[in-house]
């Protein structure tokens, strides 16, 4: 194995997103090529050249490799595309843009991760806090083409023998990651345009008289007075902390939202104080920027100054008091609608029109200046900050501005809700951030194509320590079918964060709004979830202890074969291999088995397991019910569904085995089941708690077990159940 190397390029700014010392290799000179002979010259890829265009007045340095036309190219984390990165070219510049179309190169993460798989594989991580732009096979089919948009940046580089040794170094590399409470593997539910305590109240008894289990409850924007962080509307909301003790007292759980920009408004304490403190980022003649978002115009707290962090982050207080314990960061790209320069000339531009004969460019044009008013680079050129010493334009660290916002979060709890594990979710991301929270997908929609998105993306997210995420089940923007909502709950009651959430104007999709029948269906798929919940919580918690992916693409477990080159199925931990449906009007899919593999079938109460031969095959998959395959040698636990986690137990334990059909010879079945209190940020610092359950089954039949003294019983291919 090659150890990790680290290159320094020019005086790069910090990023934090690595946590171990590498010792700097000698002085890159890009000219020289040192990182060109540093690179192997066998398959899968060499470092062809590097450039730079230090003296310009927008500097890049540009990495180039050769890909062999086998070579795939993993990593990247949140962004379009296949799981396999090939064929396309990728953004890192964190964009507020809820249009996942295909023609888009940037979401909402700043991933720049890159590993080259072929005969060994390639690591490449660029540690740098602005623009990043990756060509991979795009503009030239066998040619890989990273441009750094800047003068200075650290490397990092290894090789391995395989991608898994490169992202287990990489995880190591970038630390552990955010640890949630067991609670937040429930289900919960959410919509923009909840607008009082009475809808959060009917939504609860909705859940309660359909008897669908529900840990708790997302709260959008309407919550705040007049979109005023650390506010709650009176009006809609009486008493804000009798309600969430009223949650609690069902084991259900308020997580608020919170947004980045800060109202302007005298009289606001969040405003009158970061005024006071010098707090906000300030635009280029040193007063404080103003941009205008959801209460109009505001102020961006400089979260990259640590007192501005420890600033900010004491205001979570205000709903740690009322009984929060988790919250979503939204809008921290920073998302900006216009600032007053922007607005200022798209406005002019009208005047300008004004009684004139607009023809095909000029009324394009004015459009387009209105159009184009949001989140513009501009904008962030525009916007200061102040970090480690010096004044630094957004544009440049852009991709550290909600990370370090949602760190803000991650201390603020730490220090007012000691020792117990918040739920944080942060819509923006950089590399490293995964050790303060988790991530949702951002505004996708209810498209089956952004299904089929959330799959593939799941891997990736892995890959960068983001092991706490999930999309937006349904779909945010648009409107979901019945059909649409029942299926992606199939695929998403695996993905640790599971929520339903949906945006404004949109038809409602809680999952007793369709008919009686889906409302079935709907109840049936959220209570195998709890049946899932310890088996999720415990691959979660390997995965964290071993810095392993929680979900994998299958060309890590099967490498070289078919099973290579597809992405509709996914590995989940080392056993568990998935296979959703993601198109409409489906009874079933083709499924690529590269081993042979036992089908387990869920219901509420029950489950069959039914052995299946290496090669294609058309499995039918219902829409009511969960289905994946099991590796042979391999069992899960399986408990009793809840109405949330507080009922969950282990006192009765279903195992689905993978025995095969072929029950002559002795085997046996083994589980590291991985648990801990489920609350406290102590315990993890014990090293992982696990149990070995073992199963071994003689060729007579008869059953030797290790396991606890729960009540079991194992479900295998054949064979009558046994109960043990
Ligand atoms: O511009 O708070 O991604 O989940 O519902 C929209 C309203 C702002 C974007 C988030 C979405 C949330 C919405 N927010």
């Not at 630390?175 to 067991?182: S, T």
């Not at 406005?347 to 023809?359: P, R, T």
Request: aromatic residues 12%; hydrophobic residues 35%.
């Amino acid at each position: 194995m090659n150890h990790m190397k680290h290159w320094r390029i020019g005086n790069p700014i910090t990023t934090g997103a690595i946590q171990t010392d590498i010792p700097l290799q000698p002085k890159l000179d890009l000219l020289s090529g040192d990182l060109i002979q540093s690179a192997p010259k066998k398959s899968p890829s060499t470092l062809d050249s590097a450039t730079s265009t230090l003296d310009s007045a927008t500097p890049t340095i540009t990495l180039t490799y050769a890909l062999a036309p086998t070579d795939q190219v993993l990593g990247l984390g949140q962004n379009l595309g296949g799981i396999n990165k090939r064929g396309r070219t990728y953004t890192s510049y964190c964009t507020d843009d809820p249009h996942h179309t295909e023609d888009k190169t940037a979401l909402y993460g700043a991933h720049n991760l890159i590993v080259i798989v072929g005969e060994t594989a390639e690591l490449i991580y660029i540690d740098f806090p602005g623009a990043v732009t990756f060509d991979v096979g795009f503009t030239v089919p066998d040619r890989l083409t990273i441009t750094v948009h800047g003068d200075s940046t650290d490397i990092y580089t290894m090789s391995d023998k395989s991608a898994s040794l490169c992202f287990q170094a990489f995880r190591k590399l970038i630390g552990k990651p955010y640890m949630p409470p067991k609670w937040a593997f429930g289900y919960f539910q959410s919509r923009w345009g909840y607008k009082s305590e009475q809808d959060l109240l009917t939504v609860q008894k909705q859940f309660a008289d359909n008897q669908i289990p529900l840990e708790g409850i997302y709260v959008d924007i309407d919550y705040m007075e007049r979109f005023k962080d650390f506010t709650v509307d009176t009006a809609n909301y009486p008493d804000f902390k009798g309600l969430v003790g009223r949650f609690k007292q069902s084991h259900q759980y308020l997580i608020p939202i919170i947004d980045a920009g800060v109202k302007i408004e005298k009289g606001y304490p969040v405003y009158e104080e970061g005024l006071k403190g010098d707090h906000f980022v300030m635009d280029p003649s040193g007063k404080p920027y103003v941009a205008a978002v959801w209460p109009g115009r505001v102020h961006f707290p400089d979260f990259l100054r640590p007192e501005t962090r420890a600033w900010f982050g004491d205001w979570y207080r205000y709903l740690i008091d009322q009984g929060i314990e988790g919250i979503w960061n939204d809008m921290n790209e920073p998302a900006i609608f216009y600032d007053e320069v922007g607005l200022a000339g798209a406005i002019d531009k009208a005047i300008e029109s004004k009684g004139k004969n607009l023809d095909i460019d000029s009324y394009f044009a004015l459009g387009d200046a209105f159009k184009g008013l949001s989140n513009q680079e501009a904008y962030y050129k525009r916007m200061q900050h102040r970090y480690e010493g010096q004044v630094v334009s957004n544009h440049k660290v852009h991709n550290l501005y909600g990370s370090f916002m949602t760190q803000s979060a991650f201390e603020g709890f730490a220090k007012h809700l000691p020792n117990r594990r918040p739920l944080i979710l942060s819509r923006a991301s950089h590399t490293g951030m995964h050790k303060y929270s988790g991530i949702w997908t951002g505004d996708n929609s209810s498209w089956w194509s952004h299904l089929a998105l959330n799959v593939r993306m799941m891997p990736s997210l892995s890959m960068m320590g983001f092991l706490y995420s999930g999309a937006d089940t349904g779909g945010f923007g648009g409107h979901a079918s019945a059909e649409l909502l029942s299926r992606w709950l199939q695929f998403s009651v695996f993905t640790p964060l599971l929520r339903n959430h949906a945006a404004l104007g949109t038809r409602a999709q809680e999952p007793y709004e369709f008919s009686p029948d889906h409302t079935a269906i709907n109840r049936q798929l959220i209570s195998i979830r709890y049946r899932l919940l310890p088996f999720l919580y415990s691959e979660f918690l390997k995965a964290y202890h071993e810095d392993a992916l929680l979900f994998k693409p299958l060309s890590l477990v099967f490498p070289g074969g078919r099973a290579s080159q597809i992405d509709d199925q996914i590995m989940l931990g080392d056993s568990v291999m998935l296979v959703p449906v993601i198109s409409a009007n489906q009874t079933g899919r083709i499924v690529h088995l590269p081993e042979p593999m036992d089908l387990v079938c869920l219901t509420e109460t029950g489950e069959t397991v039914t052995a299946y031969k290496a090669g294609d095959v058309y499995i039918p998959y219902p829409i009511s019910g969960v289905q994946f395959f099991l590796r042979q040698g391999h069992m899960i636990p399986l408990v009793q569904t809840a109405l949330n986690t507080a009922g969950l137990s282990k006192s009765v334990v279903t195992w689905a085995g993978a025995l095969g059909d072929d029950a002559k010879t002795t085997k046996t079945l083994g589980y590291t089941w991985y648990d801990d209190d489920g609350i406290s940020q102590d315990v993890l610092e014990l090293g992982p708690q696990y149990e070995q359950c073992q199963i071994a089954i003689q060729s007579d039949g008869s059953v030797q077990t290790k396991l606890n003294d729960s009540k079991h019983q194992l479900v295998t291919a054949h064979g009558p159940k046994r109960v043990l």
